[in-house]
């Protein structure tokens, strides 16, 4: 099983819909969470830290699930400039401090 | 405040030859590292730095050096070129974090990267 694992997509959503990633971390005392955004040749770039309670900002929800070591982002409301690849990093997950990415998860908002 | 800095943003090797790259932050992070990034793989950790003098292997750090004389700088040494090293390559800062469990790194800032092509 790999350390973290998102599904690459390509999802393809019209513009205003809802999306929803999901993500999965195979190492139990992982210690932290973040959803890292990538557009295209650029580098990742923070789009949130996932805290056990949940948390939203803006369009953004995140969610955390550590009975099934599992962690989820909703994006509402979709638009263009959503397009990008999304990354679920976590930190521990191969053990030690380290951060292990996801592979990533394309999204492809349409008009 | 320039964030984090890399050069070169592009660079050709032949095979064999040997090169640094360079990385530079000046937020005053302890924890640096270096990733690679192949398509279909994510982005792989080759080497990390929790603090001048102190650096730790990733997932994939054969063929790769690295060193920490300062807090602000992080060069990845390619010792010996080959073309499985084609890729780009991604520096980056953060600072620790640190409770009960230990210490952890933060959010991580990116520099833009430098695409390398081994021939």
Known sequence: RKEVEQDPGPFNVPEGATVAFNCTYSNSASQSFFWYRQDCRKEPKLLMSVYSSGNEDGRFTAQLNRASQYISLLIRDSKLSDSATYLCVVNGAGGGNKLTFGTGTQLKVEL | ?119
């Open chain 2, 1 to 119: 405040n320039a964030g984090v800095t890399q050069t070169p943003k592009f660079q050709v090797l032949k095979t064999g030859q040997s090169m640094t790259l360079q990385c530079a932050q000046d937020m005053n992070h302890e924890y640096m590292s270096w990733y690679r990034q192949d398509p279909g793989m994510g982005l792989r950790l080759i080497h990390y730095s929790v603090g001048a003098g102190i650096t730790d292997q990733g997932e994939v750090p054969n063929g790769y050096n690295v060193s920490r004389s300062t807090t602000e700088d992080f060069p990845l040494r390619l010792l010996s070129a080959a073309p499985s090293q084609t890729s780009v390559y991604f520096c980056a800062s953060s600072y620790q974090r640190s409770g009960t469990s230990g210490s952890w790194a933060d959010t991580q800032y990116f520099g833009p990267g430098t695409r390398l092509t081994v021939l």
